[in-house]
């Protein structure tokens, strides 16, 4: 890239035991995380579990009680903030109210006391990447919320951060504009390069945006890793619960099998799971079994494979896309089950019908159970 | 409806305000009865003799420069204060609070004693000067302009204070982070976000210390010296002798530079960009 | 009551803040005739409620109502509400006499109503001509810090002299020419450095050479009592009076003298306001009853009181200038009054030039 604001130093981040307490509460535990060059990564977790915590700790915001911050392979934890070098875009922009739009964008660039013709230069470039060129003397009450949320963008980008640290920065915006400054903000960090790291509470943004994902919960990192492997392979019931939505039997191994572990579930029914042999847990051991609605199949009874559980339908709620079934098993769990509203004939299911579920033994995952 | 709301304050306005200056202005213009037992005609005179004696436009800069004084002073002193009172989080910020608000709940006459013990001849801090053989002989602290512009600074700068925190309170903390961020030390932070943002602010309480200054009295009554000679002494030596007519020149007078502040106060003291 | 006096009643309260309690009290004894009284704040009040005030009560059945303030504060009410006036009597300096007299807002005694005042000592009536007599006499003198000053000035022109020389150092307390005491002793040392009535420039240099020892130039009569005790200053311009009620208070070392050629008579005088309450009448006579000044004088020893049968307690006795007790009153000078009251503001107006605030 030839760009003013293509000349990112893809800077690599690293946690190290990072932890910090405010009072009681305990907002970032025993952190550690990865962040390769040129990533998007996201912090993602429910409200309170320690993002923007984690996110001011790299930015120098907030000093962690113990752990070190990592940039570029330098440890920062005594650098300043505004020596540290990096771009931060805040849920609410945090545009400067009495400076126009050219004034917010050049802020970093005078601070460095970068020479006028250059810092002119420079922000004509990064206000056109942004599609912002002629608004430039508007002050930020006067640009609608995504011309914020991109003079925000604009201005961070054009002092080359070495890391640029966003916090829920599309929070603010309705569905539409969020979706189309997703791709844009995505597009942006892969044009510039830049080392990412994202906020967000919003799981089908991180999957949408993100190279890797570190799902949070009460301070710590649950699991790290793509949007695919966090959602088809999640190792806790809270990451198979958090993102996208699960289904939960809780049960025992009774026994093994090659590439399959068989659970009897507390109701009494016994299904299987695939496993890798080694992993598999022992017989007796308490587990969980995850299925995700959309691998569940749905027929009449007597027509699958087995295991199947005999379940009657409690509910059916189309939702244009697809039809979810609230599924009530014979051994008294609930269930949910998607159904692709695809070209195949629809099947005709009423609440109250009787029916069987099943699923391929590979499609479920087998959690430990923490709460027994 | 909202006419009727603001009916409260008119009428108090119009109690409080407009008729003592009508007052103030009818008198202005009539000569002392004291001087003139018999009554006299309307006229400037005492206008006259206020504007066109140089020992009254002397008065008059000594008021000016005593105003400012105190309002840098205090602005300085108080901008730090209120932007800790307006940031911190700590538990304690009331106990700060009420430190802050402390020179108003005492009566003048209690805090001048104060001053008198800390500033006087034998007071604590000439004891103090001359115990560590800084100063030989004491240093004139009190009765004059210096001990003056120190009480007023204390009394008046909860005020200052307390306008400046309010405006810096409203003023987003991400602003300074983000500023930070971006490469801003905290005086470039000072610098190019809090200070112009609070501009709104440091009018007010520019405006209000002022005002609160060249009107004051008491102190510069029980602080002062023969040379601490401001226009509100002045009045008060005028009505002691009983001639309200020329205090009511002289008050005109404080009064026309009051309202030219507020009006300067209303075009300087702008945030960029607000609507 | 009749409308009328509730009709001037409720216009007094109208005019003046403070009058409105005393259209309470008005009310709330209908018995006999109210009135409302000007006095000094503090100690004063209970000098007149020991004597004078239930003298008053017991002559008509009707009760005082004091307002406290300084005589400034009593002549800026009376003059905003002249033809009813919020006050019916009040006190004042032997400078706020021919003023008041000057403005028209009070009226000359009458004989007939105020058969006491015959008694007063004519040093302290007839320099009023007949607009007021006076309660109680001080004198103006300098006190001291005996500890510092060992040889107090004899004369007020020794006392400018070694003020003007810097042998006190900047610790020298002077009346403001806004306070009585200011006046009549600055007119005594004008007069004694050969200035006139109508030329204070004599005073006026020599207070400017002593100006760089002033402390500062007192306008309330407590501000010397503090500035001596806490060794601000060592020497000041001020009463016996008050001094004495300093020295009791536990203070030794503060003294007075009397410089030569005698004390400048300072006198407090009663005064009844035109157009007020003809009641008022027969509270000036109780003041001019030599029991009520006595007791008046318990609150404060060392004051002299103006009746020729005055009997002082022991304790203000001892403290009396023995030219006043034997009635030569040698050691006291009178002041002018009535044509330095005429030429206060010129001299007001050339001390303000001259010598500043
Ligand atoms: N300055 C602070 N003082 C006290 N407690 C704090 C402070 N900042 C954060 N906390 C607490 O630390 C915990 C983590 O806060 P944090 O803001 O990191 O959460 P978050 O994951 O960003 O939540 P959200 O999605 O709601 O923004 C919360 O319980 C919060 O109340
Ligand atoms: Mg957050």
Same mark, same amino acid.
């Given at each position: 890239m030839s760009t003013a604001v293509g000349r990112s130093k893809m800077a690599d981040v690293e946690l190290r035991a990072i932890a910090k307490r405010y009072g009681a509460v305990q907002a970032v535990a025993d952190l550690d995380l990865r962040v390769e060059p040129g990533q998007f990564v996201s912090l993602l977790g429910p409200s309170g579990c320690g993002k923007t915590t984690t996110l001011r700790i790299i930015a120098g915001l907030v000093r962690p009680d113990a752990g070190q911050v990592i940039i570029g392979g330098r440890v920062m934890n005594d650098v300043p903030v505004h020596h540290r070098g990096l771009g931060l875009v805040a849920q609410n922009y945090a545009l400067f109210p009495h400076m126009t739009v050219m004034e917010n964008v050049t802020f970093g660039l005078r601070m460095r006391n970068a020479a006028p013709a250059d810092i002119a230069r420079r922000a004509g470039e990064a206000l056109e990447m942004v599609r912002l060129t002629g608004l430039q003397d508007r002050y930020p009450r006067q640009l609608s919320g995504g011309q914020q949320q991109r003079v925000a963008l604009a201005?961070?980008?054009?002092?080359?951060?070495?890391?640029?640290?966003?916090?829920?920065?599309?929070?603010?915006?309705?569905?539409?504009?969020?979706?189309?400054?997703?791709?844009?903000?995505?597009?942006?960090?892969?044009?510039?390069?830049? &080392?990412?790291?994202?906020?967000?509470?919003?799981?089908?943004?991180?999957? &949408?945006?993100?190279?890797r994902i570190a799902v949070m919960h009460q301070g710590r990192i649950q699991q790290v890793g793509a949007p695919h492997d966090i959602y088809e392979r999640p190792r806790t019931r809270f990451v198979a619960e958090f993102i996208g939505v699960c289904n939960f039997l809780e049960g025992e191994v009774v026994g093994r099998q090659?590439?399959?572990?068989?659970?009897? &579930?507390?109701?009494?029914?016994?299904?299987?799971?695939?496993?890798?042999?080694?992993?598999?847990?022992?017989?007796?051991?308490?587990?969980?079994?995850?299925?995700?609605?959309?691998?569940?199949?749905?027929?009449?009874?007597? &027509?699958?494979?087995?295991?199947?559980?005999?379940?009657r339908v409690e509910a059916v709620v189309y939702v244009g896309t697809a039809v979810h079934y609230h599924l009530r098993a014979a051994t008294g769990e609930r269930l949910i089950a998607y159904r692709q509203n695809d070209a195949a004939a629809p099947v005709a299911l009423a609440p109250g019908a009787e029916v069987v579920v099943s699923w391929p033994a590979t499609a479920a995952r087998l959690l430990p159970d923490v709460s027994g | 409806m909202p006419a009727l709301l603001l009916t409260p304050l008119l009428v108090f306005l119009l109690a409080f305000f407009v008729l003592p200056f009508g007052v103030m202005l009818y008198e202005s213009l009539y000569l002392s009865l004291v001087q003139n037992p018999a009554g006299s005609a309307m006229t400037f005179a005492n206008y006259t003799k206020a504007?066109?004696?140089?020992?009254?436009?002397?008065?008059?800069?000594?008021?000016?420069?005593?105003?400012?004084?105190?309002?840098?002073?205090?602005?300085?002193?108080?901008?730090?204060?209120?932007?800790?009172?307006?940031?911190?989080?700590?538990?304690?910020?009331?106990?700060?609070?009420?430190l802050v608000i402390s020179p108003l709940v005492v009566s003048i006459v209690i805090r001048s004693y104060g001053w008198m013990v800390l500033l006087g001849r034998a007071g604590t801090v000439n004891t103090l000067l001359q115990a560590l053989g800084l100063v030989e002989r004491p240093l004139p602290l009190m009765y004059n302009w210096f001990g003056v512009v120190v009480a007023l600074t204390h009394v008046l700068l909860p005020f200052m204070i307390l306008t400046l925190a309010s405006v810096i309170e409203g003023i987003p903390e991400s602003l300074e982070d983000t500023?930070?961020?971006?490469?801003?030390?905290?005086?470039?932070?000072?610098?190019?976000?809090?200070?112009?943002?609070?501009?709104?602010?440091?009018?007010?309480?520019?405006?209000?210390?002022?005002?609160?200054? *060249?009107?004051?009295?008491?102190?510069?009554?029980?602080?002062?010296?023969?040379?601490?000679?401001?226009?509100?002494?002045?009045?008060?030596?005028? *009505?002691?002798?009983?001639?309200?007519?020329?205090?009511?020149?002289?008050?005109?007078?404080?009064?026309?530079?009051?309202v030219v502040l507020l009006y300067a106060q209303a075009r300087i003291f702008r945030v960029r960009g607000a609507a | 009551m009749g409308t009328g006096t509730t009709?001037?009643?409720?216009?007094?309260?109208?005019?003046?803040?403070?009058?409105?309690?005393?259209?309470?009290?008005?009310?709330?004894?209908?018995?006999?005739?109210?009135?409302?009284?000007?006095?000094?704040?503090?100690?004063?009040?209970?000098?007149?409620?020991?004597?004078?005030i239930p003298c008053y009560k017991r002559k008509t059945g009707g009760d005082v109502e004091l307002v406290v303030g300084t005589p400034t504060d009593f002549v800026q009410k009376v003059m905003a509400t002249?033809?009813?006036?919020?006050?019916?009597?009040?006190?004042?300096?032997?400078?706020?006499?021919?003023?008041?007299?000057?403005?028209?807002?009070?009226?000359?005694?009458?004989?007939?109503?105020?058969?006491?005042?015959?008694?007063?000592?004519?040093?302290?009536?007839?320099?009023?001509?007949?607009?007021?007599?006076?309660?109680?006499?001080?004198?103006?003198?300098?006190?001291?810090?005996?500890?510092?000053?060992?040889?107090?000035?004899k004369s007020w022109i020794e006392f400018t002299e070694r003020v003007a020389k810097g042998e006190f150092g900047r610790a020298v307390l002077y009346p403001h020419l806004t306070a009585t005491d200011g006046l009549a002793i600055t007119w005594l040392i004008n007069r004694e450095l050969g200035g006139s009535l109508a030329d204070p420039s004599p005073v006026i240099r020599r207070l400017r050479e002593m100006k760089?020892?002033?402390?500062?130039?007192?306008?309330?009569? +407590?501000e010397p009592g503090t500035a001596l005790t806490s060794g601000e200053v060592d020497i000041a311009a001020w009463t016996d009076g008050r001094t004495f009620g300093v020295q009791s208070a536990g203070n030794r070392h503060i003294q007075f003298a009397l410089p030569a050629p005698g004390s400048p008579m300072l006198t407090i005088c009663f005064m009844k306001i035109?157009?007020?309450?003809?009641? +008022?009448?027969?509270?000036?006579?109780?003041?001019?009853?030599?029991?009520?000044?006595?007791?008046?004088?318990?609150?404060?020893?060392?004051?002299?009181?103006?009746?020729?049968?005055?009997?002082?307690?022991?304790?203000?006795?001892?403290?009396?200038?023995?030219?006043?007790?034997?009635?030569?009153?040698?050691?006291?000078?009178?002041?002018p009054w009535k044509e330095l009251s005429r030429l206060r503001p010129q001299w007001m107006e050339a001390w303000t030039r001259e010598i500043g605030a």
């Open positions: 201005r961070c980008l054009l002092v080359e951060p070495a890391v640029l640290l966003l916090d829920e920065p599309l929070g603010a915006l309705d569905k539409k504009l969020r979706e189309a400054m997703q791709v844009e903000l995505k597009s942006l960090q892969r044009q510039v390069g830049i &080392t990412a790291i994202f906020v967000t509470h919003d799981q089908e943004e991180a999957l &949408t945006l993100s190279d090659p590439g399959a572990v068989m659970i009897r &579930t507390d109701g009494g029914a016994l299904v299987a799971v695939g496993a890798d042999a080694h992993g598999a847990p022992a017989e007796g051991v308490k587990v969980v079994v995850a299925v995700r609605p959309e691998k569940l199949v749905v027929g009449a009874p007597g &027509t699958s494979h087995s295991p199947a559980l005999p379940a | 504007f066109g004696d140089a020992f009254y436009l002397r008065v008059l800069l000594q008021t000016v420069a005593l105003g400012v004084a105190v309002t840098a002073l205090a602005l300085v002193l108080g901008y730090p204060v209120a932007y800790f009172l307006a940031r911190t989080r700590s538990r304690r910020r009331h106990v700060l609070l009420f500023a930070a961020v971006l490469g801003a030390g905290w005086w470039s932070r000072f610098r190019h976000v809090i200070l112009p943002l609070s501009m709104e602010g440091v009018g007010a309480g520019v405006t209000l210390v002022f005002m609160l200054t *060249i009107g004051s009295f008491v102190s510069i009554l029980l602080l002062g010296g023969s040379d601490t000679l401001v226009l509100p002494l002045l009045i008060y030596q005028q *009505i002691t002798l009983l001639n309200n007519n020329f205090a009511a020149a002289l008050g005109m007078l404080l009064l026309v530079l009051s | 009709r001037r009643a409720f216009l007094r309260a109208l005019t003046v803040g403070s009058a409105g309690s005393a259209w309470a009290a008005r009310l709330a004894h209908a018995a006999g005739p109210n009135i409302v009284a000007g006095s000094f704040a503090g100690v004063w009040v209970d000098g007149l409620k020991a004597g004078v002249r033809d009813r006036p919020a006050i019916d009597a009040m006190i004042g300096t032997d400078a706020d006499v021919f003023q008041n007299a000057q403005l028209g807002i009070i009226e000359k005694l009458q004989p007939a109503k105020l058969p006491n005042v015959a008694g007063i000592l004519p040093i302290f009536k007839e320099p009023y001509e007949g607009w007021a007599f006076g309660f109680d006499g001080g004198r103006d003198g300098v006190t001291y810090n005996a500890n510092k000053v060992k040889n107090p000035p760089p020892y002033i402390t500062k130039f007192w306008t309330s009569n +407590a035109k157009n007020g309450s003809d009641a +008022a009448w027969e509270y000036l006579n109780c003041a001019a009853d030599a029991k009520n000044q006595a007791l008046w004088n318990q609150y404060f020893p060392g004051y002299y009181m103006t009746h020729q049968n005055n009997d002082y307690p022991a304790a203000s006795r001892e403290k009396q200038d023995p030219t006043s007790l034997d009635r030569s009153f040698k050691n006291w000078i009178q002041v």
